[in-house]
Every structure is written in structure tokens, then in C-alpha cells.
């Protein structure tokens, strides 16, 4: 409970000052990397009082010079940081719009170039996702999809939702696969309790959608899922 109570105190401290900057940035033209670091420095710190440690692998599947899309199991806000703190590439995160509703820190969310999703209106939820694509394509940057939809309950991967498959067959833009191991171990999805622990994030090879096309869809769907699945598990087991 002390823990939690500290993590949450710092929390506060960072989110405050940190969205401030953020906004303020946004009215006055800041460049790209300020939007860039800013969210970095933010996970890092709420990492930092959690006592999370967070292990990256595959990081060279990643290439700052194309547009990308990575897809990432999702079982604890955890995972959200993890990611959040060390992808070495500019990116954006794809969420429900609901988070853009959180006071200060979804406007600055919401200003830092983030994209949100109303998953009520399809219509809108479909040209969210084309504005994400057409904003990647344009500074090789990646998005970020969890495609899952909502935190895991029990850590195994639930059903996947289509819209980041439907992203990159319609504009030929890879998939890089990612698996998060260890966050659910320090807050899961129905608990407030935090507990210090240890991240292991590993990358998987880009898969590229140029073999597949709009009919096949679930075969790359099964074939990412599957890779996912390999590239969560615990270090013992990931072959």
C-alpha cells in the first residue's frame, strides 16, 4: 500500500507540470522531439517510482526511416509505460477516446499528436484510423495498437480487433509484432495494488502485408497473433 501511495503521489507531481509543458508547447509550435521526449520522461518517471525495471529486445525491428505499426498484447497499464519510455522512434498511441476526457493530462495527450478512437461509431473509429496512417506515412513514425481492445484479465491474449490489420493492408504499411511480459504481475487490470517487478519487452521481426490482401485478412491476423504469443512468454520459455 505504500507502494501505491507513492506511485500515485508521483503520478500527480510528473502529470501536472509535464501536461502543462505539453500544452504550452502546443501553442507555441514546439518541435517534433519535444513531443517526443516528453512522453518518454513521463513513463520513465512513474516507472522509476514504481521500481519497475524494463528490459527491451528486437529494438533493431524498429526503423526510424518507415512508417510502422506496432501491435502488443495489453494486460496492465504497465504495458502502456513500458512501451511508452523506450521505443527508440517517434510514435503515437492509437486508445479509446474516453482517455482524452482525463483532466489536463488528455489535453495534453490529445496535443502531443495522440489519436483517439470512438469505438461507439464505426464510421468515426475507421477515419481515426486513416488519419493515422496518413500521419506515419508522412514522418516515418509508428503507431501504437493495442489490438485486444481492453486490458486482459488473466494475461492470455483475448480476441483481436481488426483495425490495425485493415490499417496496414490498406496502406502497405509492416507490422511489428510486440510482447510485454511482467506487466500484469505489477498492477493488473482489477486491482490498484503496485508492486516493484520486472518488464521484459521483446520485438519481433516487421511483418510486411504485401502478401497478404484484404480477404485474407485473418491469416495475418493468426500469423501476428501467433508471433505475439511466442513473444510474451516468460524468458524460459520464449524460444
Known amino acids: 500500500m505504500i507502494r501505491t501511495i507513492w506511485v500515485v503521489l508521483n503520478v500527480l507531481i510528473a502529470t501536472v507540470p509535464l501536461s502543462l509543458i505539453v500544452i504550452i508547447g502546443s501553442y507555441v509550435g514546439a518541435?517534433?522531439?519535444f513531443y517526443d521526449q516528453i512522453p518518454r520522461w513521463w513513463a520513465r518517471w512513474v516507472l522509476w517510482a514504481t521500481g519497475a525495471r524494463v528490459e527491451i529486445s528486437g529494438e533493431e525491428s524498429l526503423s526510424p526511416?518507415?512508417?510502422?505499426?506496432i501491435?502488443?498484447?495489453?494486460?496492465?497499464?504497465?504495458?502502456?509505460?513500458?512501451?511508452?519510455?523506450?521505443?527508440?522512434?517517434r510514435y503515437r498511441f492509437v486508445a479509446k477516446k474516453e482517455l482524452a476526457?482525463?483532466?489536463?493530462?488528455?489535453?495534453?495527450?490529445?496535443?502531443?499528436?495522440?489519436?483517439?478512437?470512438?469505438?461507439?461509431d464505426r464510421q468515426r473509429a475507421v477515419a481515426s484510423l486513416d488519419q493515422a496512417g496518413r500521419v506515419i506515412t508522412e514522418d516515418n513514425?509508428?503507431?501504437i495498437i493495442f489490438p485486444e481492445g481492453t486490458r486482459s484479465r488473466t494475461g492470455e491474449l483475448?480476441?483481436?480487433?481488426?483495425?490495425?490489420?485493415?490499417?496496414?493492408?490498406?496502406?502497405?504499411?509492416?507490422?511489428?509484432?510486440?510482447?510485454?511480459?511482467?506487466?500484469?504481475?505489477?498492477?493488473?487490470?482489477?486491482?490498484?495494488r503496485i508492486r516493484s517487478g520486472r518488464i521484459i519487452v521483446r520485438f519481433g521481426p516487421p511483418v510486411s502485408p504485401v502478401e497478404y490482401d484484404i480477404s485474407h485478412r485473418d491469416?495475418?491476423?493468426?500469423?501476428?497473433?501467433s508471433e505475439i504469443e511466442q513473444l510474451m512468454l516468460p524468458p524460459a520459455q520464449n524460444t
Open 71 to 89: 501491435v502488443a498484447n495489453h494486460s496492465s497499464w504497465y504495458d502502456v509505460l513500458a512501451l511508452a519510455a523506450f521505443i527508440p522512434k
Open 158 to 192: 483475448q480476441p483481436f480487433k481488426k483495425g490495425a490489420f485493415v490499417l496496414a493492408l490498406n496502406n502497405g504499411i509492416d507490422i511489428v509484432p510486440a510482447g510485454v511480459h511482467g506487466a500484469r504481475e505489477i498492477m493488473a487490470r482489477d486491482s490498484w
Open 101 to 120: 476526457r482525463v483532466p489536463l493530462w488528455g489535453h495534453a495527450w490529445v496535443a502531443a499528436g495522440h489519436i483517439s478512437v470512438d469505438r461507439t
Open 219 to 225: 491469416e495475418l491476423i493468426a500469423r501476428v497473433r
Open 31 to 33: 518541435s517534433s522531439r
Open 141 to 143: 513514425s509508428s503507431v
Open 65 to 69: 526511416d518507415r512508417a510502422q505499426i
